[in-house]
């Protein structure tokens, strides 16, 4: 298991222990105020590789409810939070947010969280415990955004049964992330 040490992020108060880990980030040229805003209204229409495999991976779930959850023009951000995951944390400059679930299984289901405090105590044996978070760091001219997503079992069981679903899911989950920031520096620097 891996530690966070000396700093203070979001995913640290709340993940700071994990066996899993991915992280991207992009500079773009742009003020940390725009890059905030551009993140903040991105939708799956701008995404459309990052779109697709989501509904690829809600699909089995969509089925048995007979019901489609995703519309293209709504906000990531909203999206996850109506998808099961709580937001941990937001400040000016990240936005945290995580899930518990068997996120292995085909149909997945995750925990119902009420909030952070939740997530942050949730140790029951058999999950696994996922955050991630988008961070905006640098000056008027120039920033780094970055994304991060962290996974740890809350016991030896869940963490492996979720090692197969991750090398997929990392491959997968990365060029949906590296889409995202490629969308958000588009959009921050004017470009449509």
């Known amino acids: 298991m891996s530690m966070a040490s000396g700093t203070v992020s979001l995913l640290d108060r709340h993940l700071p222990a994990w066996h899993f880990r991915e992280v991207h980030e992009r500079r773009i040229d742009a003020s940390p105020e725009r890059v905030w805003d551009a993140l903040l209204v991105l939708t799956p229409r ?6 697709s495999m989501l509904a690829l991976r809600l699909a089995p779930a969509a089925l048995a409810a007979r019901r489609w959850p995703l519309p293209p023009n709504r906000k990531w951000l909203d999206l996850f939070v109506e ?3 709580v937001e941990l944390g937001r400040s000016d400059s990240e936005v945290a947010l995580g899930a518990v679930g068997r996120f292995w299984r085909p149909i997945e289901r995750l925990e119902p969280l009420p909030d952070a405090a939740a997530f942050d105590t949730f140790d029951e ?23 991060e997503t ?5 016991d030896d069981r869940a963490r492996r049964s979720f090692r197969p679903y991750w090398v997929p899911v990392r491959a997968i989950g990365g060029l949906m992330r590296r889409e995202m920031l490629a969308a958000v ?6 470009a449509k």
Do not use: E, I
Not at 133 to 143: I, R, T
């Open 150 to 154: 962290r996974v740890v079992g809350t």
């Open 46 to 51: 701008a995404t459309p590789f990052g779109g």
């Open 83 to 85: 998808f099961g995951f």
């Open 125 to 147: 044996p058999g999950f696994a415990k996922g955050a991630m978070n988008f961070h905006v760091a640098g000056d008027a001219g120039s920033v780094t955004l970055t994304t």
């Open 185 to 190: 520096a588009r959009r921050a620097a004017g």
